[in-house]
């Protein structure tokens, strides 16, 4: 019942009041959007949706017009280089975020569930299709975004979405919507590039410990 009906009613709810709500702050990010930098406030970009149907997702602009459009940030080179002063604080802070609340008002999105992948993100797609993440519909957060984020490589954040799957509830999306809070004030996670980024630390980390260690 819950993911049949309650969770789209909730959907609807929340998005409204969000709109509603925000409209100032979000008037104010448009303004600060335009006078940054030349193009649109908004940002519209092809995404995988529920059962592999794509839909335009919205967000606050954040990079230069003359970004490559369908590229994922990670295969940028020197991705900081095409983004805005504006976008850098609206990236870090997740505000350029704040449009999709239009997406969940209309259906294409809900509030938690797995992040959606971009078009040609063939990989993440395919490995989403082993734990029927691509069976629900995308979220504006989930269980991946609040345990690596930008951080994850795409194998581990498609199980931590075949996860969210499994135990979809309303307990459960309670636990993401108050662990992405936390984790938004803390601004975890958000790497630009960054996808696999975790684990390339570590294995500088431990590359620089054994360099140490031989020098000892």
């Known amino acids: 019942m819950y993911k049949k009906f309650f969770k789209r009613v909730i959907d609807i709810f929340l998005s409204f009041f969000g709109i509603v709500f925000l409209s100032l702050p979000m008037l104010i990010i448009a303004i600060a959007i335009k006078v940054d930098s030349k193009g649109p406030v908004f940002f519209k970009q092809k995404r995988v949706g529920i059962n592999k149907k794509h839909f335009n997702i919205l967000k606050f602009r954040t990079m230069r017009t003359d970004t490559p459009h369908d590229a994922p940030t990670h295969e940028l080179n020197d991705p900081k280089r095409w983004i805005t002063k504006v976008g850098g604080f609206l990236r870090k802070t997740s505000l350029d975020e704040l449009p999709q609340l239009f997406n969940i008002f209309g259906g294409s999105m809900s509030v938690i569930g797995p992040r959606p992948a971009l078009w040609n993100q063939f990989d993440l797609i395919e490995e989403r299709d082993k734990y029927g ?12 975004q609040i345990n690596g984020r930008d951080e994850l ?3 581990l954040k498609a199980k931590l979405d ?20 936390k984790s938004v004030l ?31």
């Open 153 to 155: 490589e795409i194998p």
């Open 133 to 144: 993440a691509n069976d629900v519909k995308p979220g504006l957060t989930g269980w991946a």
């Open 162 to 181: 075949g996860e969210y799957v499994e135990k979809m509830s309303f307990g459960f999306d309670c636990k993401c919507f108050f662990g992405t809070i």
């Open 186 to 216: 803390k601004s975890d996670g958000v790497v630009e590039g960054g996808t696999g980024e975790l684990e390339k630390q570590k294995k500088e980390q431990e590359s620089a410990e054994a360099q140490n260690k031989e020098e000892k």
